[in-house]
């Protein structure tokens, strides 16, 4: 599986932004595709997930209420769409992919197999 990320850009504080990870390649149907984000000098960090098969969804703490994500089963894409941005969301954004992910790894990096290109995200204040 290849993951192609897509979408972000530099918006001001409130806005919103979609990004797009569209996913070529075989995958099973509890493949798991999720956002991570990574901040200068910060580390990777959990964002979003979604189960392909079920739509089950998983969301930090911090974007709960703000961000979803959502899949496009039929063109293999998922959207990540991010409302009320803050100056603490900006970070380059990473789509992720894995099978087999049990719901305790979810937020895990290191469970998912499969990585795509970063996206950078800009939220001025």
């Not at 305790?104 to 290191?110: K, V, W």
Request: glycine content about 10%.
């Amino acid at each position: 599986v290849q993951l192609q990320a897509s979408g972000g850009g530099l918006v001001q504080t409130g806005d919103s932004l979609r990004l797009s990870c569209a996913a070529s390649g075989r995958m099973s149907s509890n493949y798991v595709m999720g956002w991570f984000r990574q901040a200068p000098g910060k580390e990777r960090e959990f964002v979003a997930a979604v189960r392909r098969s079920a739509g089950y969804t998983y969301y930090a703490d911090s974007v709960k209420g703000r961000f979803t994500i959502s899949r496009d089963n039929a063109k293999n894409t998922v959207f990540l769409r991010m409302n009320s941005l803050k100056p603490e969301d900006t970070a380059v954004y990473y789509c992720a992919g894995g099978s087999t992910i049990i719901v305790t790894s979810i937020m895990s990096a290191n469970a998912y197999q499969t990585w795509g290109q970063g996206t950078l995200v800009t939220v001025s204040s």
